[in-house]
């Protein structure tokens, strides 16, 4: 009996990441939450025939609670979408409120739970949620997720792409570290599952490590103000979700990157402190899931002197949105006394 809850389910990502969900045989449960529309959204949804049952709650009547009780996976893609010409400063001031409200709602109700982080900017937002489970002392970091597997997902798309063969885009496997946004994301491409073709220019390689990079960007533009990567996230969301729930349920060698503590593995983040250089509180590397969450964190390995480059431009850069993080739950708390 697995129960997972989405929180902010009526959005842009919240829908199609429920759908994706309700179509999971791992979920028997599925709790839905937002400050709108979510009993509209669990009514359509509870008419397809799978095994979850699904509830939608709005934030009357404790409703935040009632959809948290008993959740084994929660996530998280509450917020605002980015529009163009919006910053992540911006973003961020917008979304950061909305996700230490969620995070304390999930800290004294279901503090145990698996939790991935999709609101964005997702290399501050998910060191909020860390800082307010801290606050509470319920702070496991092997159970907490930055989602940064749609950077995965389009290395992969892109790499089949330039193959030239799109079928091959569910088997190509691209390692992507450091964060998930701008300079951040920095795909290895030297570690494809497939390589890259050999006739392929220093120019493309870097145009394809730019487009990895800065494909949200590519989305929002196309939308034209309407929206941002929703559906590809939403899909993202849910290939990572699936792979927590199949790690949970006791399959063995689960690997994917994700956006970690890297207090959840000591062994495994020394070696990647040592790889880096430099220590981060957080950092997005390849990860083992186990039934307790984060079971190994594996450093970079080989990797070449345009991923060093690109490794080095990334962690100042990561450093600074730790930072904005932690300094605004800290701030926060100021003024507001933790609700024990």
């Known amino acids: 009996m697995v129960k997972a809850v989405v929180l902010g389910a009526a959005g842009g990502i919240g829908q199609p990441l429920a759908l994706l969900l309700k179509a999971n045989p ?24 799978t095994p979850a049952k699904v509830e939608g709650y709005l934030p009357p009547d404790d409703g935040l609670k009632k959809a948290l009780k008993g959740a084994d996976i929660v996530v998280i893609p509450a917020g605002v979408p980015r529009k163009p010409g919006m910053t992540r400063d911006d973003l961020f001031k917008i979304n950061a409120g909305i996700v230490k409200d969620l995070a304390t709602g999930i800290a004294t109700t279901a503090p145990k ?8 900017p997702v290399n501050s937002t998910v060191p909020i949620v860390a800082e307010v489970f801290k606050k509470h002392g319920v702070f496991d970091p092997k159970r907490l997720f930055g989602v940064t597997t749609l950077d995965v997902v389009r290395a992969s798309t892109f790499v089949a792409e330039i193959i030239g063969d799109l079928s091959l885009s569910k088997d190509v496997v691209v390692p992507v570290v450091g964060g998930h946004s ?35 960007d590519e989305v929002v533009k196309a939308k034209n103000g309407a929206g941002s990567a929703t559906l590809s996230m939403a899909y993202a969301g849910a290939e990572f979700a699936a792979k927590v ?9 689960i690997v994917a990157p994700s956006y970690v503590s890297v207090a959840a593995d000591a062994s495994g983040s020394a070696a990647l402190t040592k790889e880096l250089g430099q220590e981060l509180a957080f950092f997005s590397s390849n990860v083992e899931l186990g039934t307790e969450g984060v079971a190994k964190i594996i450093p970079l390995g080989k990797i070449t002197e ?19 993080g932690v300094n605004f739950v800290s701030e926060a708390y100021k003024t507001e006394e933790p609700r024990l």
Not at 30 to 49: C, Q, R
């Open 26 to 49: 791992l979920v028997t449960e599925l709790g839905l939450f937002d400050i709108v529309n979510t009993p509209g959204v669990a009514a359509d949804l509870s008419h397809i025939s």
């Open 182 to 216: 701008g300079v951040t994301i920095v795909p290895l491409l030297s570690q494809s599952s497939h390589p890259l073709p050999s006739s392929l220019s220093q120019e493309s390689h870097a145009a394809l490590v730019n487009r990895i990079q800065f494909g949200g």
């Open 113 to 120: 739970a698996f939790i991935l982080v999709i609101s964005n």
């Open 245 to 253: 729930l199949r790690a949970l349920n006791g399959e063995k060698g």
């Open 306 to 324: 345009g991923e060093q480059t690109l490794i080095k431009a990334a962690l100042p850069e990561l450093a600074k949105n730790i930072e904005t």
